[in-house]
């Protein structure tokens, strides 16, 4: 269950990124309180799952999920550079979260 909620830590931390990018754009009362659920979120997953899980590892793959999944989004959804280059190195990210798992 640790996993599962530091999965959920991860997508609510990029929901929170995306909430960031909005409330630059749109300056209202209903972006700010998304950001707030959306880390708020976050944090208690987080926190959920470090209960099982070594900080290390958990804040390592939070963080990678968080960065990476904000990178890909901001892809999609703000047009942002899709360069090879770029995939490469979330592909990096994600693969060392990944080995993180395999060796804890």
Do not use: C, Q
């Not at 995306?18 to 997953?45: P, Q, Y």
């Amino acid at each position: 269950m640790a996993w599962v909620s530091l999965i959920l830590a991860g997508l609510f931390e990029m929901f929170g990124v995306t909430m960031i990018n909005k409330l630059h754009k749109d300056r209202n009362w209903k972006s700010i309180v998304l950001l707030v659920l959306g880390f708020g979120a976050s944090f208690i997953f987080l926190s959920y799952a470090m209960k099982t899980l070594p900080m290390g590892t958990a804040y390592a793959i939070w963080t990678g999920i968080g960065a990476s999944g904000g990178a890909i989004l901001g892809m999609f959804l703000y047009g942002e550079s899709k360069d090879w280059k770029r995939l490469v190195f979330i592909a990096m990210v994600l693969g060392a979260a990944v080995g993180l798992k395999l060796v804890s």
